[in-house]
């Protein structure tokens, strides 16, 4: 019989000062008689430990060459071939499962439609995380950047973000080599219309419109904006999933005929313009970094290009007057599209109407690759007609006899709130399917790449009968974003932001490999020469950390640049890891006057002056968080009743019986669910537990009294009272 159960991990930074507060675990992830029947109320496990450990063994690679009947039959299917599909499918095939992509358009897999970047704000821990744990997309906007900046250099290390300019083409023929290079994988071009079901309810396969069935016990539906996609400009619409490409009919259908909730969503994306008819002299340059940062832990990607410039400039007044003079002419003031779109990345009527008080707003120009004139204008999507986006385009300075290349448009699509997922991305509702992307009102490459991988993970370990793994949000990112997806009833598009981690200080990119490298090796996702790499980068900052504590200076001129640099003054015989505390002071003062260490790269020596800079801060969330721990990841029973439970709200019963949140922290997260509801659910869980200890107590004893050599053997607990048995 099949086998599946959750298990919850929590990756501590490196740094993490409470080693022995938390009790070791037998190595669960490699040992079936931990697991209990799909059938059965799946167990779960919340582990706290700063130490895993790691597997012998690796991920099988081999590709599969049967033919016949059989051919047709796979342990995972992946439906969709977008950044989430990707993932997921290159994930599963990497852990040993036999894996189908299946896809509408071959030469369209790993496209951007939208904007052709990865990073920014949040988004850029996610790229992270998922490059920490195996996942490619870090990998591939590192070989095709255009442009790297690290944004938000002037404040913490909490909310710094690198983003790439990337080649849309270059992007996407890369990902698709690697996809098509892929052990294990096999691709194949289809529109997938239903679901196939086994008598149990769980997924069985899938089956195409042309009446096509491909079979596996997991399935992974990456649909993007395509699952009833129709494309808007102006009052003209037609059914595509993205333009030039068809929409995807009958799945919509097919989930609503098996019991699950549907909605419609929107977004859009701007114009584009020819370079070669912008006037860019009068425009605002916006440069790259010169040291160029890197997604990827993996230093054999870290290959420098040349950059490419990017120009901002803004709106004007007339650009204002011609949105509010023709504001009935779009989708959503128009009031023939009702779906919402992404309240972070408004269009620009949006921005008009929403912020009157703004004379102008930022427009970004920004180049889509190296050997095409087609320029992004970021920030100025519309649903305007196309006979009056021109003259929108010439309104903006540099763009006054500017040519448009494609117009820009709405699309709204289908989705499923994600209430009806679990923790692990797989439904609730049906064994084996799991959901991902854009599919769970999610927007953005970044934030699709990280549940795809979730879902890879997880579905190659379902077919195998293996847990499943959930990250908690304390985790990680992906973990904060996968939490408020299954617990919040949302109803427009998601997007990551760096205020939706309360744990954001250690959950930094620069440690993403410390919390979830280990997690990935045992997995089976990271390699020998990828886990070496890790081990060495690990070593070097410890050592790093050691010297600095025993090194002293007194006086000189590094005491002269830092009293400067920071208007304290050095106290002689102070140590290089107090000089590195004090503000202002960068690890680079220190290799000036060559008290830095040559052997360390630049992502080591930042991660040591974050570790040391910040310390007090890090151990005080730390501290916050090991008390929190315990009762937010209390679990809660499957068949709790919450409809019986009069002591909660009205409100709170019928959320907390929508949602079926797995633990308390979970379930304080519901909207509508106040603590005091939190509350009285905690004093019915501890009322049921006292009940059901004391009906065992009370079998024991009754089992004692029928059989009286039991007596002698095993003495009744002083506890027992033989009064209390009804």
């Known amino acids: 019989m099949a086998l599946a159960m959750s298990i919850h991990l929590t990756r501590l930074p490196r740094h993490f000062p409470f080693p022995s507060l938390f009790p070791r675990f037998p190595p669960i992830l490699s040992n079936p008689c931990h697991l209990t029947s799909r059938r059965k109320p799946r167990r779960t496990f919340t582990f706290?430990?700063?130490?895993?450990?790691?597997?012998?063994?690796?991920?099988?690679?081999?590709?599969?060459?049967?033919?016949?009947?059989?051919?047709?039959?796979?342990?995972?299917?992946?439906?969709?071939?977008?950044?989430?599909?990707?993932?997921?499918?290159?994930?599963?095939?990497?852990?040993?499962?036999?894996?189908?992509?299946?896809?509408?358009?071959?030469?369209?897999?790993?496209?951007?439609?939208?904007?052709?970047?990865?990073?920014?704000?949040?988004?850029?821990?996610?790229?992270?995380?998922?490059?920490?744990?195996?996942?490619?997309?870090?990998k591939v906007a590192d070989r095709c950047y255009l442009q790297k900046r690290v944004l938000n250099i002037s404040r913490g290390p909490a909310v710094r973000a690198l983003r790439a300019q990337t080649d849309k083409r270059d992007y996407a023929l890369q990902m698709k080599n690697i996809v098509e290079s892929c052990p294990n994988l096999s691709i194949r071009e289809a529109m997938v219309t239903d679901i196939l079901l086994g008598k149990n309810d769980n997924v069985e396969g899938v089956?195409?419109?042309?009446?096509?069935?491909?079979?596996?016990?997991?399935?992974?539906?990456?649909?993007?904006?395509?699952?009833?996609?129709?494309?808007?400009?102006?009052?003209?619409?037609?059914?595509?999933g993205r333009a030039g490409e068809s929409a995807s009919h009958g799945l919509t259908e097919n989930l609503q005929r098996l019991g699950f909730e549907t909605d419609r969503l929107k977004t859009g994306t701007p114009a584009r313009v020819d370079c070669r008819t912008v006037d860019f002299s009068g425009l605002e340059p916006q440069h790259g970094d010169e040291e160029v940062s890197w997604f990827s832990f993996d230093p054999d990607f870290h290959i420098e290009r040349e950059q490419m410039c990017c120009y901002l400039t803004r709106t004007t007044k007339s650009t204002h007057q011609l949105i509010k003079e023709n504001l009935h002419e779009t989708p959503t003031y128009g009031g023939w599209v009702e779906a919402k779109g992404p309240r972070y990345c408004p269009s620009i009527e949006d921005k008009i109407v929403r912020f009157q008080d703004k004379e102008s707003h930022q427009i970004f120009l920004e180049p889509e690759g190296r050997n095409v004139p087609e320029l992004y204008v970021q920030g100025f999507s519309t649903g305007l007609p196309e006979r009056l986006q021109l003259p929108l385009l010439r309104t903006l300075p540099g763009l006054e006899n500017c040519s448009m290349l494609r117009p820009a448009y709405a699309v709204e699509y289908d989705f499923l709130p994600a209430y009806q997922c679990s923790r692990s991305l797989m439904t609730k509702q049906i064994e084996g399917?799991?959901?991902?992307?854009?599919?769970?009102?999610?927007?953005?490459?970044?934030?699709?790449?990280?549940?795809?991988?979730?879902?890879?993970?997880?579905?190659?370990?379902?077919?195998?009968?293996?847990?499943?793994?959930?990250?908690?949000?304390?985790?990680?990112?992906?973990?904060?974003?996968?939490?408020?997806?299954?617990?919040?009833?949302?109803?427009?598009?998601?997007?990551?932001?760096?205020?939706?981690?309360?744990?954001?200080?250690?959950?930094?990119?620069?440690?993403?490999?410390?919390?979830?490298?280990?997690?990935?090796?045992?997995?089976?996702?990271?390699?020998?020469?990828?886990?070496?790499?890790y081990q060495d980068k690990q070593a070097q900052i410890s050592q790093e950390k050691k010297r600095?504590?025993?090194?002293?200076?007194?006086?000189?001129?590094?005491?002269?640049?830092?009293?400067?640099?920071?208007?304290?003054?050095?106290?002689?015989?102070?140590?290089?890891?107090?000089?590195?505390?004090?503000?202002?002071?960068?690890?680079?003062?220190?290799?000036?006057?060559?008290?830095?260490?040559?052997?360390?790269?630049?992502?080591?020596?930042?991660?040591?002056?974050?570790?040391?800079?910040?310390?007090?801060?890090?151990?005080?969330?730390?501290?916050?968080?090991?008390?929190?721990?315990?009762?937010?990841?209390?679990?809660?029973?499957?068949?709790?009743?919450?409809?019986?439970?009069t002591t909660l709200s009205l409100e709170a019963r019928e959320k907390l019986s929508k949602i079926r949140p797995q633990t308390i922290g979970q379930a304080s997260r519901v909207g509508g669910v106040s603590p005091a509801d939190i509350t009285a659910l905690l004093i019915i869980l501890e009322t049921n537990r006292r009940k059901a200890q004391e009906q065992r107590r009370c079998q024991m004893l009754t089992s004692v009294m029928v059989d009286p050599d039991k007596c002698i053997t095993a003495p009744l607990p002083e506890t027992l009272n033989p009064q209390k048995i009804c």
């Open 48 to 138: 706290f430990t700063c130490n895993f450990t790691v597997a012998a063994t690796s991920a099988t690679y081999g590709r599969n060459d049967n033919v016949g009947a059989d051919n047709e039959r796979y342990d995972v299917i992946v439906v969709g071939g977008g950044h989430a599909g990707c993932e997921a499918a290159l994930a599963s095939a990497r852990l040993g499962a036999k894996t189908l992509l299946l896809t509408l358009n071959i030469d369209r897999i790993a496209w951007q439609p939208c904007n052709p970047a990865v990073g920014g704000p949040a988004k850029s821990q996610l790229v992270h995380e998922v490059d920490a744990l195996g996942g490619e997309i870090g």
């Open 433 to 533: 399917l799991f959901f991902s992307g854009q599919i769970n009102g999610t927007t953005g490459y970044e934030e699709a790449a990280a549940q795809g991988l979730i879902s890879g993970i997880n579905a190659a370990r379902y077919s195998d009968g293996k847990s499943l793994i959930v990250l908690e949000r304390e985790s990680s990112y992906i973990g904060t974003l996968i939490d408020d997806l299954v617990t919040k009833d949302l109803r427009e598009p998601y997007r990551m932001l760096t205020s939706r981690s309360e744990h954001r200080l250690l959950l930094r990119s620069d440690n993403a490999d410390s919390r979830l490298t280990p997690l990935g090796r045992e997995i089976g996702l990271i390699d020998d020469r990828r886990w070496k790499i």
């Open 548 to 645: 600095l504590r025993t090194v002293r200076i007194s006086g000189g001129d590094l005491a002269s640049d830092v009293t400067h640099l920071s208007g304290q003054p050095v106290k002689d015989s102070s140590t290089l890891e107090s000089i590195l505390k004090k503000p202002h002071v960068q690890y680079k003062v220190l290799d000036k006057h060559g008290f830095g260490n040559e052997l360390l790269s630049k992502i080591e020596k930042e991660c040591v002056e974050i570790d040391i800079k910040y310390e007090g801060f890090i151990m005080r969330q730390q501290s916050q968080l090991q008390q929190m721990a315990h009762q937010q990841h209390r679990p809660l029973p499957e068949d709790l009743d919450y409809y019986a439970m």
């Open 207 to 240: 089956r195409t419109f042309f009446g096509m069935d491909f079979y596996a016990p997991s399935v992974i539906l990456t649909t993007g904006t395509f699952m009833s996609g129709k494309i808007w400009v102006g009052r003209t619409s037609m059914p595509a």
